[in-house]
């Protein structure tokens, strides 16, 4: 049976099938359903980092970031997270212990509102003896796929007011609302907030049907810092250890019944308690770590000197599945252009001469050089 | 980048300076004090572990008058009576009547003697919340402090350093009377720039930053050497002069395409996968799917 075909747009695929589907989804502004597992996705607003967690991050799922040291790239990808929702139309919640939300608000990078180039496909010089693959395009490093699902930013620029303003935003400031209170009170405040913005915009589907359903999507940088009360980065036996663990777990519980989305980062630099950390990981559903170059001595580094990190993937969930597809290549970095935060696979140079190469290697400390290394701290020369 | 931090030209916030035993940053502290004086500014200075008299020494009677000092040294944790500073007052409210009780319109610098003596009698976490209403609220431009990076845990060091706009970590330097000083800036556009001078501190305070900086990645200089070119050193010929690369561009290929062909061959085809299929006479070609029926 030859399925009808449809013709693609303008992108080079591969091939031409469409899959003819009778969508009895909701179909909210913003969100498609997941190629792998059918579940409703949103684009957390950098498009290689949906291709790492399985095309996006799904409704009703927690995605933990790692904060750099200098929590500059984490602030980057929340705001990117928050652009997103502004642009898709869906709603936003802000909750910050440290700057006031509508400061963040207001640094939105600017969304660019036409395609972008596809590659320089022009530039490329003829090639004399391969000239049958001079149209064929480069092999992609940085990870996409086929279909575009979200949007591009100038970094450069801040979003427009009026754009920002046409999405409803909610606010939560932690010095507005505790004075004196202890710490357990801290983050059960912020959990009764959240729960009275769900029932009051009808997330949770108790809304009456003729109401358009949309998404929230939920902001918390920082959580964990001194500043929500917590001694969790101060200490290495805290005192309250449980008051962050219980939140995420109430938070996963009140997402998991309603139409939100949730993205926090946290400064798991500060943290030395491996058992807290795992733990926290383990009751956010997407979590992955940034570790910026700056400020280490891994910036002079000759290997890392088009990228601004690495980035880690710690945990991919499985929804409604019993295997979720994890990115095969392990070792990721990150790099912040001025239009794209793009995350690529790290990989060696070819080994030109013996010195360099093996110096290099061995200062990498097994970061990259997983599988292709066969002992790194040798002997430099083999003589025959 | 010091210099900068001392004259006071970056726009103030929080400015931590990290010392350790091997070298005391109290001398650098009073250099920063000595050249906001010298600005004009409004001084304030909380010494827990610091007593006047030693201050005078250090600073000059002069200085000492201008500054306002608040005695947190004879009595902080309020044993006896009547104890003009102690710990516990180191809360915004507290702090806010201090600073607010002058009326000029100069900016407000507080200078704190030190962060280690405060953090081990209150809960870090109070501190933080002060220190981020100190550098939000408008009455003080700059708050400098001293921590000592061993007294403490690692994490608590660093929890306070996640919140400060500059941290200078000093260290003895190779030579004698001079220090080595990291400085590490975070710009309110939240770009980090940091630096590693050599200073010295004369007599009267001035610091004198030495013009070579040393390299932030010293132990990086072998990787850099020369690159081994492989054509050098051989018995034979690896490299082409340009008459030989002109005659080799000029060679005519085997199984070379003329340019017409080659670019009838290159236009790009609409998708490289397309499926023509044409119904035979036998076969039952339905346009209908047949899950249409389906009811799930």
């Known amino acids: ?384 | 980048m010091l210099l900068e931090l001392i004259q006071g030209t970056e726009g103030g916030g929080l400015i931590i300076i990290q010392d350790s035993i091997h070298y005391s940053g109290r001398t650098l502290l009073m250099s920063f004090i000595k050249a906001a004086l010298k600005r004009d500014e409004v001084v304030h200075l909380l010494a827990f572990e610091l007593h006047e008299e030693e201050l005078k020494h250090e600073l000059g009677h002069s200085c000492l008058q201008r500054l306002k000092f608040h005695n947190a040294f004879h009595d902080p944790l309020g044993w006896n009576e009547n104890p003009p500073f102690t710990v516990h007052q180191f809360i915004t409210s507290e702090l806010d009547s201090l600073l607010t009780s002058n009326q000029h319109s100069k900016p407000v610098t507080l200078v704190i003697d030190s962060f280690s003596f405060i953090l081990r009698h209150l809960s870090p976490s109070a501190v933080c919340k002060t220190l981020q209403q100190l550098k939000k609220g408008g009455a003080v431009k700059t708050t400098l402090g001293l921590l000592h990076s061993d007294m403490h845990h690692r994490n608590m060091v660093g929890s306070i350093c996640h919140l400060a706009t500059s941290v200078l970590t000093v260290a003895p330097g190779h030579q004698c009377h001079e220090a080595v000083a990291k400085t590490i800036r975070r710009a309110k556009s939240g770009k980090i720039s940091q630096a590693v001078e050599r200073f010295s501190i004369s007599d009267d305070m001035t610091v004198k930053v030495q013009s070579k900086p040393v390299p932030v990645g010293s132990g990086q200089g072998e990787a850099g050497d020369a690159e081994v070119d492989p054509t050098a050193n051989l018995t034979f010929n690896l490299r082409l002069s340009d008459q030989e690369r002109q005659a080799k561009e000029k060679l005519a290929l085997p199984f070379v395409f003329s340019k017409e062909k080659k670019s009838a061959l290159l236009r790009p085809v609409p998708g490289s996968g397309r499926i023509l299929y044409e119904p035979d006479a036998n076969d039952d070609y339905d346009q209908e799917d047949p899950d249409d029926d389906l009811d799930i």
């Open chain 1, 1 to 384: 049976m030859a399925a009808p075909m449809k013709s693609m747009g303008s992108s080079f695929n591969a091939t031409s099938f469409q899959k003819k589907t009778r969508s009895k989804l909701i179909s909210i502004p913003g969100t498609r359903p997941s190629v792998q597992n059918g579940q409703l996705i949103v684009s957390t607003g950098v498009t290689s980092l949906d291709y790492l967690i399985g095309g996006g991050l799904a409704v009703g799922t927690v995605l933990l970031i790692e904060e750099d040291r200098y929590n500059s790239y984490s602030q980057m990808v929340l705001k990117y997270f928050m652009a997103e929702g502004v642009l898709c139309g869906h709603e936003l919640f802000l909750a910050s212990a440290q700057d006031h939300p509508d400061d963040i608000l207001t640094e939105l990078p600017a969304p660019i509102l036409d395609d972008i180039a596809s590659g320089p496909h022009a530039s490329q010089d003829a090639m004399k003896i391969a000239w049958r693959y001079q149209n064929l395009p480069k092999v992609q490093t940085a990870l996409a796929s086929s279909s575009r699902f979200g949007h591009y930013y100038d970094v450069s620029k801040k979003m427009e007011p009026e754009i920002r303003q046409a999405a409803n935003c909610h606010a939560f400031y932690l010095p507005e609302h505790s004075t004196e209170s202890p710490l357990l009170e801290s983050y059960s405040a912020l959990l009764r907030s959240i729960q009275e913005v769900i029932r009051k915009g009808g997330f949770d589907g108790a809304a009456p049907p003729a109401k358009s359903r949309n998404v929230l999507r939920i902001g918390l940088p920082s959580l964990g810092s001194p500043l929500w009360g917590d001694d969790l980065c101060c200490r290495d036996n805290p005192a309250h250890g449980h008051a962050l663990t219980t939140f995420l777990y109430g938070l996963r519980a009140v997402l998991r019944s309603s139409l939100s989305v949730a993205v926090l980062t946290i400064p798991s630099h500060l943290i030395q308690n491996r058992a807290v950390m795992g733990n926290i990981t383990r009751l956010c559903d997407n979590a992955i770590a940034l570790e910026s170059f700056k400020g280490s001595d891994r910036e002079t580094n000759p290997l890392y000197k088009d990228y601004h990190g690495l980035l880690h993937v710690r945990q991919v969930p499985r929804l409604n599945c019993l295997l979720t597809e994890l990115p095969d290549h392990k070792d990721l970095a990150f790099k912040l252009k001025r239009k794209q935060f793009t995350i690529e696979r790290l990989h060696l140079p070819p080994d030109l001469s013996e010195t360099v190469s093996r110096v290099s290697r061995g200062e990498l400390a097994g970061a990259a050089a997983t599988g292709t290394s066969c002992g790194s701290s040798g002997n430099k020369h083999l003589d025959f």
